[in-house]
Structure formats: structure tokens, C-alpha cells
């Protein structure tokens, strides 16, 4: 088990991690989310010793990584594929870290086959393509045949085939009982992947569940409804019904409708008491993608221009921060997630009509007063950060040379 507590990092006048306290239990696909600059690989290189916290601690089985008894047998991870020389062969380069390691010679072959290189065993690794560079580094996390391993991005650059081989590879680990713990920014594969979720924003928790309870905390079901292609005017009148009735209404691209805030047996009946024909009304759960989304919406630092052309987000006054997430809650009324392919506009709106805080597309109630997306009435000030409360930092012994972990040998 990786056990953090209180878990905070600073990089001079940046705090990249902030008074974090989780378990990543054994058993079990722990996914690690978060917008970049989050702060999950620092949390991940101070779990491996990498990284000294500036207050708190993280254990693995108990012991901080660098006083794990036979660490390189106990933990295997892979933080970036790309550090690796690249001048030696897969082969002799996974050769080194097993004989500086105490592994076996024999466990070489063994997961350049689990990993599908041994074809190319032999070749330098400086001409593998990213997804060959991303196996080698499985092939070296999984070198100690460790209880515990990290893995940051595993997938990237992985072809489909490749990425379905990691996810088969991770529940496979998890299900003899091994500890896993996963970041990935791909949401449809962390869905497929992980029990369970450790969410970050800006260095602090924000969420620590199963899947299945973080979708239903962070989204709400909602209804897809559709009416004839040939009746727009119907599409228009029961849109508006729905609205009157209470609902919220957003429109999909491929006609239909999604709605919120209602249950399907009214929708039926408000359906038909506009005698609106219905060729669809269905029940729909909102995706991990979405329940992430809302989620961390106020805890994004980077973004693109052209999403706040597209009116998903107001630029912020020079110089002003975005709302700071809360820990363990949404940002309710905050972000309203554009329904597929589609821009987060209510379908009911009048073009160039100030549109009010919508009681958001999933239920959530909006901030009063506030446009859909505008930061400037921040519900959740910024907390003066405080001295984070825990047990004291664990002291490093500064005589161990600081590890490379693109060199599984330090890793270890
Ligand atoms: N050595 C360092 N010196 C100064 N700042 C750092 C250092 N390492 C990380 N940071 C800062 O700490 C913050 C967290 O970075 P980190 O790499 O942990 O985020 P991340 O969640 O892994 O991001 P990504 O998803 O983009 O990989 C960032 O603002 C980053 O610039």
C-alpha cells in the first residue's frame, strides 16, 4: 500500500503539491487524474524517493521508498520512457538494471516477452518508436515482478492494440493483488481501467472514490430525447415545454436533445400534453470525461484560446487566478459541459440575450447572478495556504545520491 500524508511540495515560491493525503491500496487500479501542472508526477517522484517533500510523508509498505528494504524488488515504475541510453539494445540496457538490481538474467527475456520486444531485443533502443520506448519502460517497472508500480502516462504513444494490452496488462497486476497506481489524461481509458480514482487540482485532493461514485458525485443522469428529423417545430415546442416545466434543455448534434432536471416518465407526459411525437427517450449516465470535466474545470492552469472564443471559458483579467478547487467538491455553477461536439449554449436561449446562471446541464445549482462560465464571482476564495498538518517531512538520507528513475536502476 502507498500511504501519503500531508503530502507538500514547493519549488521555491511554487507549491506544486499541497498537504495531499491519500492510500493506494493493493488489489486495485488506482487511476491519478489531473489537469497538467497538477502536480502528479512530482507526487509520484516523492513516492519514489525522487523528490524530498517539503512537509508531510508518503510510505510504501510502510518505509519511505529510499528505506524499503530490496526496493528495486518491491516497487517498479515507469515515469518517462524516453530517459533511457540510447545507445544500448533493449536487451542489454534491461540486462544492466537486473544485474545492478540482484534480478535474475533470465527475468530479462521474461518481460521482453510480456511486453511483445523480443523480436527487437536486440536493436537500440534511440531507434524505437515512442510506443516501443513505452513497453521497454514496462519491461523495466515490471523487472523485480514488484508488489507496487507507478505508472505515469503509460499509454502514451501507444497504438490501440498497445493500449488495450496495457489495460489488460494493469487489471491483470491488480487482480494477483499488486498494488497499481496510474496517471493518464485519457479519460475513456482510465474508465475502462481504474477501481478507483485520486483526483488533483493544483496540488490538492479533490477527489478520492470508486469510478462509479465519482461520476454519480460530479454528474447527473440525464435524458436523451428526440423528435421527428421532418418536425423541427416540434423539436422548438417541446424544447420550450421542458424549459417551462423546470427542465434544462441542451441540443446534440444529431438533433436530439438532452435533458436535465427532469424525470423521464414527466418528459413523456409533457411530450404528450404538447402532442410532441417522440422517437426517442432514453437514460443516460454523463461519461467519466464529463464527471472530470466539471470537476476540475476551476482547477485548470493552461487553456486554449480558441475555448474562450468558442465561449467555453471568459479570459481571466490579467494577473487574476481562477477560482481554486475545493477539495472533495465540484465546481458547481461554474462550467457548464457543452453537450457532444457542440458549444455549451442553452438551446432555448435568445441569440445575444444575457443568459442566467443555468441550474447546470447536470442539475448542479449555478452561481447567482453569474454567466455561464465567468469566473469573476468565485464562490470558493483562495485559502491563505497554511501549515499543513501532519507528521514531519521524512529525512532523506543526503548521503543517497538523488535517482534517475528513467534509469529503473536508481529506481529500484
Ligand atoms: N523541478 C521543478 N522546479 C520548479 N517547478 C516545478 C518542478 N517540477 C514541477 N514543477 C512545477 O510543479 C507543478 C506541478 O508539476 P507536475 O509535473 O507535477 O504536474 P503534472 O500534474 O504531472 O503535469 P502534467 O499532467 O502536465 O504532466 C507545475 O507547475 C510545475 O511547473
Do not use: C
Amino acid at each position: 500500500m502507498i500511504e501519503a500524508v500531508g503530502l507538500t511540495k514547493r519549488y521555491g515560491d511554487k507549491t506544486a503539491v499541497y498537504n495531499l493525503s491519500f492510500q493506494v491500496r493493493p488489489g486495485a487500479v488506482t487511476g491519478f487524474l489531473g489537469p497538467n501542472g497538477s502536480g502528479k508526477s512530482t507526487t509520484m517522484r516523492m513516492i519514489l524517493g525522487l523528490d524530498n517533500p517539503s512537509a508531510g510523508h508518503v510510505t510504501i509498505g510502510g518505509y519511505p521508498y529510499r528505506r524499503l528494504p530490496n526496493a528495486p524488488r518491491q516497487v517498479g515504475a515507469l515515469l518517462d520512457a524516453k530517459a533511457v541510453h540510447g545507445g544500448r539494445s533493449a536487451r542489454s540496457h534491461l540486462l544492466s538494471l537486473a544485474q545492478l538490481s540482484g534480478i535474475p538474467a533470465r527475468r530479462v527475456d521474461e518481460v521482453l516477452g510480456v511486453v511483445g520486444l523480443h523480436d527487437v531485443a536486440g536493436r537500440r533502443s534511440k531507434g524505437f518508436s515512442l510506443g516501443m520506448g513505452q513497453r521497454l519502460g514496462i519491461a523495466a517497472a515490471l523487472l523485480g515482478d514488484p508488489q507496487v508500480l507507478l505508472f505515469d502516462e503509460p499509454v502514451n504513444g501507444l497504438d490501440p492494440e498497445g493500449i488495450l494490452w496495457v489495460r489488460n496488462l494493469m487489471k491483470s497486476l491488480a487482480s494477483e493483488g499488486r498494488t497499481v497506481f496510474v496517471s493518464s489524461h485519457l479519460m475513456s481509458e482510465m474508465a475502462l481501467t481504474a477501481d478507483h480514482l485520486i483526483v488533483i487540482g493544483r496540488g490538492q485532493l479533490m477527489a478520492d472514490m470508486s469510478i462509479t461514485d465519482f461520476i454519480s458525485a460530479n454528474s447527473a443522469d440525464f435524458a436523451r430525447v428526440r423528435t421527428p428529423d421532418s418536425e423541427p417545430q416540434a423539436r422548438e415546442k417541446l424544447s420550450a415545454a421542458i424549459t417551462e416545466a423546470g427542465g434544462h434543455v441542451l441540443p446534440e448534434q444529431d438533433g436530439g436533445l438532452r435533458v436535465t432536471g427532469l424525470p423521464l416518465p414527466r418528459i413523456s407526459d409533457i411530450a404528450h400534453d404538447s402532442d410532441v411525437r417522440l422517437w426517442e427517450l432514453s437514460p443516460h449516465q454523463a461519461s467519466l470525461e464529463e464527471a472530470y470535466m466539471r470537476m476540475t474545470q476551476g482547477a485548470v492552469d493552461y487553456r486554449s484560446t480558441i475555448d474562450q472564443k468558442e465561449g467555453l471559458q471568459q479570459p481571466l483579467p490579467p494577473g487574476m487566478q481562477p477560482p481554486m478547487p475545493v477539495p472533495g467538491q465540484g465546481q458547481p455553477g461554474w462550467y457548464a459541459p457543452p453537450p457532444p461536439q457542440q458549444g455549451g449554449q442553452a438551446f432555448a436561449a435568445p441569440q445575444g440575450a444575457p443568459v442566467q446562471a443555468p441550474a447546470g446541464p447536470y442539475g448542479a445549482p449555478g452561481a447567482p447572478g453569474a454567466a455561464p462560465g465567468a469566473p469573476a464571482a468565485n464562490p470558493y476564495a483562495q485559502p491563505a495556504p497554511q501549515a499543513p498538518q501532519g507528521p514531519p517531512p521524512a529525512a532523506a538520507p543526503s548521503s543517497v545520491p538523488t535517482p534517475d528513475l528513467t534509469k529503473p536502476e536508481d529506481a529500484r
